[in-house]
């Protein structure tokens, strides 16, 4: 689509500077330069202008961002379950020590020893 556009205004060009100004032949030719030289840079333009669209893009930049921030986790619940009068609750008839997943404020869901009563 490029090109022809390039092709095509190249060829109104040319065409309108032969019908705008006719002028009888003259053996002497004063206005050749002014021609030849429009007629050169439309087709250097058109040469330059393809070179350029057909060009591959530049590489990315050589930036890269910054690793995010170290992050604190904190250490993970004990392996087992806890023996009556170590801080936790007394159980209460009819519940069980187990590990289930909780909501912790600020680190999502965690494992965490709990007591489940039926």
Not at 40 to 50: E, K, L, P
Request: hydrophobic share 45%; proline share 15%.
């Amino acid at each position: 689509m490029h090109k022809s556009l390039v092709g095509l205004t190249a060829a109104a060009a040319l065409g309108l500077a032969a019908v705008a100004a006719p002028v009888p032949a003259n053996a002497d030719c004063v206005g050749c330069a002014v021609g030849a030289g429009i007629l050169g840079g439309v087709a250097a333009g058109a040469i330059i202008g393809s070179a350029i669209a057909n060009s591959p893009p530049p590489p990315p930049p050589a930036y890269y961002a910054p690793p995010p921030p170290a992050a604190y986790y904190p250490a993970p619940a004990p392996a087992y379950y806890p023996a009556p009068g170590s801080g936790y609750a007394e159980l209460a008839p009819g519940c069980y020590w187990a590990k289930r997943q909780v909501w912790v404020e600020g680190f999502g869901y965690r494992w965490r020893t709990v007591q489940v009563c039926r």
